[in-house]
């Protein structure tokens, strides 16, 4: 794959995608619109798979593309010869980056890999003007990498959702006025259990909340809510049948993590990426999404609908 200088987002370029000055866009919200987005495309081949199998015979609409991940080349050329629609998949904790490490070392660890987070490093970027910088030459990489691939960029998110984090989302920010993606996530989920809102609301809350603000000033749109924090790992058809009654008029998201097979690369424990995957091609989930009057879509096509 060949790639220009990293972090280096050309006017050039950006006018070759269609991308260099475009108006803000917007969303019809008198609709009911889901985006099916599947996380980590590029971390392995299973996830690759299961990808591909998604979007051709079940309800997937986009991926979220892992550029430093050890599949990536695999994944973008699944998404070129199945037409996916794909964005980027920001990462900056469990993973590898696509700069040299010596580039980034207060990121990685002896191995050259990220450190493990999402604390540590938000701790880390919170206190440290160097560590910033080094992400966001970090993050300019990757949206450089994904450009390279010549590939429609859809959305932008963050691995573990870290774009919510202050310092990464003005990096986030930025990168989106260039590049115009369909959307940026925002990891908002209604109607949680008290317990699950009381810990996502200490943990997670006031960052998306403030994310949501801070984008949506940007003129970037954004989802109206998302769906998979209460499941992360456990997208099963039975965790479906519970999420299409809460899909009302708007933009709604559920991201999920499929694979043709659970992996240490494709799974944390307890989760079930097989599972999920066999959730994204069962009729009934299909059949629930189409008898609630749900129309599925990527970002980037909800984004331009007036």
């Not at 081949?45 to 050890?70: H, K």
């Not at 003005?170 to 996530?185: E, N, S």
């Not at 009381?198 to 003129?219: D, E, I, K, V």
Request: charged content about 25%; some cysteine.
């Amino acid at each position: 794959m060949t790639r220009r200088p990293p972090g280096r987002l050309g006017r050039e370029r950006r006018e070759c995608l269609g991308v260099a000055r475009a108006a803000p866009q917007c969303h019809d919200r008198s609709v009911k619109r889901l985006v099916v987005t599947a996380d980590d495309f590029g971390l392995s081949p299973e996830v690759n798979a299961a990808v591909r199998r998604a979007y051709r015979d079940g309800i997937l609409t986009c991926a979220s593309l892992m550029m430093g991940a050890p599949a990536v080349a695999e994944a973008v050329a699944i998404a070129r010869a199945e037409r996916i629609p794909v964005g980027l998949h920001l990462t900056l904790v469990d993973g590898r980056p696509v700069l040299p490490p010596d580039r980034v070392p207060d990121l990685v660890d002896s191995q050259g890999r990220f450190r493990p987070g999402p604390g540590g490093p938000a701790v880390r970027l919170a206190l440290s003007e160097r560590v910033r910088r080094q992400a966001r030459a970090e993050c300019e990489a990757q949206m450089d990498a994904f450009l390279s691939t010549g590939l429609a960029l859809d959305h932008v998110n963050a691995h573990h959702h870290f774009h919510i984090h202050p310092t990464v989302l003005a990096i986030v920010v930025d990168l989106a006025r260039r590049c115009r993606p369909g959307a940026v996530r925002v990891p908002y989920e209604p109607g949680l259990p008290p317990y699950r809102q009381a810990l996502l609301g200490a943990a997670m809350m006031p960052w998306t909340l403030r994310a949501r603000r801070r984008l949506r000033r940007a003129g970037v749109v954004t989802n109206d809510a998302l769906f998979g924090l209460y499941d992360t790992g456990m997208l099963t058809e039975a965790a479906w049948l519970r999420i299409v009654p809460r899909i009302g008029p708007g933009l709604f998201e559920v991201y999920c993590h499929p694979a043709t097979r659970t992996t240490t690369a494709s799974a944390d424990e307890g989760s079930s990426p097989a599972d999920e995957l066999a959730a994204l091609l069962s009729p009934v989930v299909r059949e629930a999404l189409d008898r609630a009057g749900i129309e599925r879509t990527a970002f980037a096509a909800a984004g331009s609908a007036q």
